[in-house]
């Protein structure tokens, strides 16, 4: 079986695609853009939050702490919850990108983010902002950037790479902080709109300018080349093989499967209870800004400071996200979730006081940095290390992919309790209740962590032992 005209230029692309892959030269390119495609993720994921009491102040006319304000945030949150139900969907957007590439996702992603931001800074009621929100949420986790570096990139130097670029993307949302100061005038709450102007140009310029630099990754090349060039029974052949495996897949790897896996095995129900304990507890990293904004109010803060904060606590973030990487292999699973665990609750201690008393911005900034570098730190070691390490082979993806599904069904539950907080006890009560609500649930989950989960730091990964 000759391939198609069409399958020819796919060929020739690929050929051409597979060319560039051994050049030096390509290689720091592709690094180049996919960093600065990470920096966009990161600010898109940060952005709404660091304009949040500006934002509600605009679209509903109102001021910040007063009982309007507080029905209006409450209210505007609950309905953004909503919006995270298009995860229900994401498992299968990302499926296309084994079957069309990684490339074309990587754009669009990029893309779409663009988009979502500019939708939401052109908007002036709330249905065009909420449809902005809807497509950043959308785009957001698929870390397209990831796969590609992990594919590019040589083995010897792929988790170097990937903590390299996540780092710089960390410490590059201190630019959110830079433009609140240049671009916000709080006695004009429309200007938050220009906090978006940047990173909505980055999105595009980036997004375009990865079609013509970025190839499409050696792992999907090798395979789909493979596969063009094949005779008609070689194809045959092919698609059975991957239809039996899909299907054997369904059978081993279904979601109903892996939650049952979770549920009865010991170790995996309880790293479960520990995922949605703490991602409960990360309900106050989407009020930071107005916890920042109640100090403000109450002259505890200046203005200058609360700037100073934003622009301060995303450089702490990156260089201790970095050190909690380390620590993570070096001491162990549980010992590492301990430290980092204690890193979060001082944090997150440390930065309520400042939104309340007037200490210096720069330690308020350290404490918030400190505190949400532990955190996620603590998360994605539970979602996926400890998890990973916890599954055995054959259902070890699905197995991972829920676990997340349970940290969102606890993300859900913070996002529904903080806006509940916002309309009851009112937003100039943050600091406090936020404090007094999430320092007990990080306790819990280490506890739990602490006594009931093994450690799995030595685990042959080709030979989990599972058991009870």
């Known amino acids: 079986m000759s391939p198609t005209h069409k399958e020819q230029r796919e060929i020739k692309r690929l050929e051409k695609a597979q060319a560039f892959h051994n050049s030096k030269n390509y290689f720091i390119i592709l690094i180049i853009v996919l960093t600065i495609v990470y920096i966009v993720d990161e600010l898109t994921s940060n952005i709404r939050g660091t304009v949040d009491s500006f934002t509600i102040c605009d679209l509903f006319n109102t001021t910040f702490g007063t009982p309007e304000y507080d029905k209006a945030s409450g209210t505007l949150g609950l309905v953004t919850t909503g919006c995270y139900l298009i995860y229900l969907i994401s498992p299968f957007y990302k499926s296309l990108a084994d079957k069309y590439g990684r490339k074309p996702f990587l754009v669009i992603n990029t893309l779409g983010m663009g988009v979502g931001m500019l939708l939401s800074i052109i908007s002036h009621n709330i249905a065009l902002y909420l449809v902005g929100v809807v497509i950043m949420t959308f785009f957001i986790p698929n870390d397209l950037q990831v796969i590609y570096l992990m594919e590019c990139a040589p083995k010897q130097h792929r988790a170097k790479l990937c903590s390299i670029t996540k780092g710089i993307a960390l410490v590059s949302v201190s630019l959110l902080g830079l433009f609140v100061k240049l671009f916000v005038d709080r006695n004009n709450p429309g200007t938050w709109r220009n906090v978006y102007i940047i990173p909505?140009?980055?999105?595009?310029?980036?997004?375009?300018?990865?079609?013509?630099?970025?190839?499409?990754?050696?792992?999907?090349?090798?395979?789909?080349?493979?596969?063009?060039?094949?005779?008609?029974?070689?194809?045959?052949?092919?698609?059975?093989?991957?239809?039996?495996?899909?299907?054997?897949?369904?059978?081993?790897?279904?979601?109903?499967?892996?939650?049952?896996?979770?549920?009865?095995?010991?170790?995996?129900?309880?790293?479960?209870?520990?995922?949605?304990?703490?991602?409960?507890?990360?309900?106050?990293?989407?009020?930071?800004?107005?916890?920042?904004?109640?100090?403000?109010?109450?002259?505890?803060?200046?203005?200058?400071?609360?700037?100073?904060?934003?622009?301060?606590?995303?450089?702490?973030?990156?260089?201790?996200?970095?050190?909690?990487?380390?620590?993570?292999?070096?001491?162990?699973?549980?010992?590492?979730?301990?430290?980092?665990?204690?890193?979060?609750?001082?944090?997150?201690?440390?930065?309520?006081?400042?939104?309340?008393?007037?200490?210096?911005?720069?330690?308020?900034?350290?404490?918030?940095?400190?505190?949400?570098?532990?955190?996620?730190?603590?998360?994605?070691?539970?979602?996926?290390?400890?998890?990973?390490?916890?599954?055995?082979?054959?259902?070890?993806?699905?197995?991972?992919?829920?676990?997340?599904?349970?940290?969102?069904?606890?993300?859900g539950l913070n996002m529904v309790y903080n806006n509940v907080v916002t309309l009851i006890a009112g937003s100039m009560n943050l600091p406090f209740v936020l404090t007094v609500s999430y320092l007990p649930l990080m306790a819990i989950a280490l506890l739990i962590m602490m006594l009931k989960v093994r450690e799995t730091k030595d685990v042959d990964l080709d030979n989990v032992v599972v058991s009870g």
């Open 200 to 411: 909505i140009i980055l999105a595009f310029v980036i997004g375009i300018a990865a079609i013509f630099l970025v190839r499409e990754t050696p792992v999907f090349t090798k395979k789909r080349l493979e596969y063009l060039k094949s005779d008609e029974a070689g194809r045959k052949a092919k698609d059975a093989a991957e239809l039996a495996e899909a299907d054997g897949e369904k059978q081993k790897a279904s979601v109903m499967n892996a939650f049952r896996f979770i549920f009865r095995n010991k170790q995996t129900r309880y790293i479960g209870i520990v995922a949605i304990l703490l991602a409960i507890a990360t309900g106050y990293t989407g009020k930071f800004q107005n916890m920042i904004e109640v100090g403000v109010a109450r002259g505890a803060i200046t203005a200058a400071g609360s700037e100073t904060i934003l622009m301060f606590y995303p450089l702490i973030n990156g260089l201790f996200t970095l050190i909690g990487g380390f620590l993570t292999d070096a001491l162990g699973r549980k010992k590492s979730a301990l430290i980092l665990g204690i890193w979060a609750a001082l944090g997150l201690g440390v930065f309520a006081w400042g939104c309340s008393a007037d200490i210096n911005p720069y330690i308020t900034g350290f404490a918030y940095g400190f505190s949400i570098a532990g955190l996620w730190s603590i998360s994605d070691m539970i979602y996926f290390v400890i998890t990973s390490e916890s599954t055995p082979t054959e259902i070890r993806a699905s197995v991972v992919g829920s676990m997340q599904l349970l940290g969102m069904v606890g993300t």
